[in-house]
């Protein structure tokens, strides 16, 4: 997987995301996503509203037209749970991710996540570092035959998870540089969330 990402400098998809809760879902989303090396990435969310979400390869922006604001926050100081895609955008790789990583038993009843989705694809298990089992307790990643990634399951402490579809992958294509960059449409109010934890400590 890494070797076949490693040759891949944008990639583009549609995405499906869906967050549960103690087994129940709170909430879906989808749109389009978009990976550029290095560090940048784009989330268009089209349903149920539109909102985007940017890393511009120093800053996290997170916008949503209907509220009128805007946050910023430095790449250093978020903690996203979209961490684990970073592997597609060329800045974390998976050895560097888990502390252990294995390819799931397809007969394993316990489990029905770490079945396939489809006939032929692959299912890989990371186990999070000693250090780093606050951030999450397992990672999912399904690809098909092409090695591409096609789901991605991040179980967090507290019952929590967090599951992407991806399909419809398109590599190595051209994207208007404009698409990594994010300029507040006139009226938008500018919440820097830096600044506004110094005010609060």
Request: aromatic content about 10%; hydrophobic content about 35%.
């Amino acid at each position: 997987m890494d070797l076949h990402y490693s040759h891949i400098h944008v990639l583009a998809a549609v995405f499906f995301e869906k967050y549960t809760s103690g087994g129940s879902s709170i909430r879906a989303e989808s749109g389009r996503v978009y990976f550029s090396k290095p560090g940048r990435m784009r989330w268009d969310y089209d349903s149920p509203e539109k909102k985007l979400f940017l890393v511009d390869g120093k800053n996290v922006w997170y916008y949503v037209p209907s509220d009128h604001t805007a946050s910023r926050t430095s790449i250093k100081q978020s903690d996203d749970w979209r961490t684990p895609l970073a592997l597609l955008a060329g800045k974390v790789k998976l050895e560097q991710l888990c502390g252990e990583l294995q390819l799931a038993d397809p007969a394993n009843p316990s489990d029905p996540q770490q079945r396939a989705t489809q006939p032929g694809n692959s299912v890989l298990v990371c186990s999070p570092r000693k250090n780093e089992s606050d951030a999450f307790r397992q990672i999912l990643l399904e690809l098909n035959s092409q090695l591409q990634l096609v789901r991605l399951t991040i179980r967090q402490p507290g019952d929590l998870e967090t599951e992407f579809r991806f399909g419809d992958w398109k590599e190595n294509v051209p994207i208007d540089e404009a698409k990594f960059h994010f300029q507040p449409p006139p009226g938008v109010a500018i919440v820097d969330d830096a600044a506004l934890a110094s005010k609060v400590q």
